[in-house]
């Protein structure tokens, strides 16, 4: 798709988003090639019809050179010839320069002004010792200040869901998650430990999957002070604005896990404004495994795993090189206090072994024991990347989108 084509698509997106009707245009996209109908089956499952045109606009301009006059064509046939319109003219516009702004500096008269001139040689010694006292307070503040750490004093701490994805139907060509279990196990036990309220699903279809996450979004938090979802399931690469990746139920319909995560933002779950919401997800980001590359050695090298070393991956379906605009951003709440931890970087496999679990969950679990008696949550997820890294002959990095607004420190009393 030529570039003017791509900015009328992201120009038009809002009005897109607003009017356009996708019930009609499900079978046109299939029959002119544009999208293969498990491609339709994700859009349709992305939500209402907004978050459906939404994605569908997003994903278009992955569809190659036809793709946009295709579209034209077939919002011609179904009577939104007035969108298409709106797009060809978009097209046809020149692009709008930023506007920059002024960054002149700007002169401000001080009161004192009379009398820093009458004392030039005391104004630097003052002025250096208020410098200094200002950065001492600035210092106390960043290590006392309570008001950089989350409040965990609720017990039980909050809910915890952990949604475990083990066999998958037949016609989704995924294969059993052997392992899985023992990772469900760890987490169930760890998290309880942490005083958590656990609740477990196994082998849950998408939409099952959509309802659990629902329902939890949905309860009131507000005698609790954190929320936690443990996903446990195969992945793929999703198209996205904010948190990257999907995830599958056992129908092998994937959710991406921007969906997820906007569950519980602030705008959908108002109990929960304020307060830590912390996300894990082991599964794929893509297909690539990760060779690495030689480094000096800080650690002693580790053997690759035997036989039983399975990953979660499946091929991912669309490119996720897009770039989103202001427009689309816009309308999404402002992620805060949300945190997103990957087994593994996006577009690469995760590991996992049949008899020990994934590499991701038991170094988790085994740093939590440890450490979070102690140490903040990201400290610890600098821990786990650290020895998930080292691990075997084929690489695996986690990590992690953090939009969190202060330290989070389990309660371990």
């Not at 949905?218 to 195969?234: E, F, K």
């Not at 800080?298 to 091929?315: F, M, N, Q, W």
């Amino acid at each position: 798709m030529e570039e003017q084509q791509r900015r009328a698509l992201r120009r038009g997106r809002a009005r897109l988003v607003a009017a356009l009707r996708v019930e009609p245009l499900w079978d046109l996209l299939e029959q002119r090639g544009l999208f293969t109908r498990p491609m339709l089956e994700e859009l349709q499952s992305a939500g209402s019809r907004g978050e459906q045109a939404r994605q569908l606009i997003i994903d278009l301009e992955t569809r190659g050179k036809q793709a946009f006059p295709a579209f034209l064509s077939i919002l011609r046939d179904t009577g939104q010839g007035d969108l298409a319109e709106m797009l060809i003219q978009e097209c046809e516009s020149r692009p709008v320069p930023p506007q920059l702004p002024d960054l002149r500096p700007v002169e401000l008269e001080l009161r004192e002004e009379k009398q820093r001139k009458r004392l030039p040689f005391l104004t630097g010694i003052v002025s250096c010792w208020i410098s200094q006292q200002a950065l001492v307070i600035r210092r106390s503040l960043i290590v006392t200040c309570p008001c950089q750490d989350y409040e965990m004093k609720a017990d039980p701490c909050g809910h915890c869901l952990i949604l475990n994805n083990v066999n998958f139907s037949r016609d989704s060509g995924l294969s059993t998650r052997e392992g899985s279990d023992i990772d469900c196990e760890k987490l169930e036990r760890r998290f309880r430990a942490l005083h958590f309220t656990v609740l477990t699903r196994r082998d849950l279809k998408a939409q099952e999957m959509v309802l659990e996450l629902l329902k939890l979004s949905r309860q009131d938090h507000s005698a609790l002070d954190c929320c936690i979802v443990v996903i446990l399931s195969h992945g793929c690469q999703t198209s996205h604005i904010q948190f990257p990746g999907g995830v599958y139920g056992t129908d092998g319909k994937p959710i991406p896990i921007e969906k997820i995560v906007n569950y519980f933002n602030g705008s959908n779950c108002p109990s929960l404004r304020g307060k830590p919401k912390l996300f894990f997800i082991q599964a794929c980001g893509g297909e690539q495994r990760d060779q690495g590359f030689v480094v000096d050695c800080d650690s002693p090298e580790e053997e690759a795993p035997g036989g039983s070393l399975e990953s979660d991956a499946t091929p991912f379906r669309v490119s996720s090189d897009n770039v989103d605009e202001p427009d689309a951003i816009a309308s999404l709440p402002t992620p805060s206090d949300i945190l997103v931890s990957y087994s593994t970087f996006p577009g690469f496999v995760s590991w996992r072994e049949k008899s020990s679990g994934s590499w991701y969950v038991e170094t988790l679990d085994s740093v939590l024991e440890q450490y979070a008696h102690s140490e903040d949550l990201l400290s610890m997820l600098v821990t786990v990347a650290h020895a998930v890294s080292a691990k075997g002959r084929y690489k695996q990095m986690p990590g992690c989108f953090n939009f969190l607004r202060k330290k989070f420190f389990f309660m371990c009393h």
